[in-house]
């Protein structure tokens, strides 16, 4: 019986096949959809996932990025403003997102703004001071006397 010899040209195509489906199975991006913990499972590990959150009747997209030493990369997003608040100023919020450099030990947490860089991080600064100013400029009267 005669033996088939594997052509190299099939061998390079089943090696450039494999390589593509291995690439894409590792870059996958899990849609957690709205199920917090399928996001804290995978945070847990550093995969790739995205989920929507809910907070203060505000509408956060979470995602896992990448992973830097014991760190998950995690972009987070404002995609809706709580439609009941008629600030202007958080209306500007409104698709803003930073990044944050979180430890996968702590697990996820959206409470820890230090470790976050980005314009909707800056705009929580920006409206932080400016509620401060006037909190103290409407009581400066008040302080001063007291003072006294």
Avoid: R, W
Wanted: glycine share 2%; proline share 3%.
């Amino acid at each position: 019986m005669k033996k088939k010899e594997v052509s190299p040209n099939f061998l390079v195509y089943c090696l450039v096949v494999l390589i593509i489906i291995t690439a894409l199975a590792t870059n996958h991006e899990k849609d957690c959809k709205e199920d917090l913990n399928c996001f804290d499972q995978s945070f847990s590990n550093c995969q790739k996932a995205k989920v929507i959150a809910y907070e203060n009747d505000n509408t956060f997209e979470y995602k896992i990025t990448d992973k830097k030493d014991a760190n998950c990369i995690v972009e987070i997003t404002l995609t809706e403003v709580n439609p009941t608040i008629f600030d202007p100023a958080i209306k500007e919020f409104k698709d803003k997102s930073m990044t944050c450099n979180l430890p996968i030990k702590d697990g996820f947490a959206t409470d820890k703004l230090n470790l976050c860089e980005g314009p909707l991080k800056e705009k929580i600064y920006e409206l932080t001071v400016q509620k401060m100013y006037n909190l103290l400029a409407q009581n400066l009267g008040d302080i001063i006397s007291q003072m006294k």
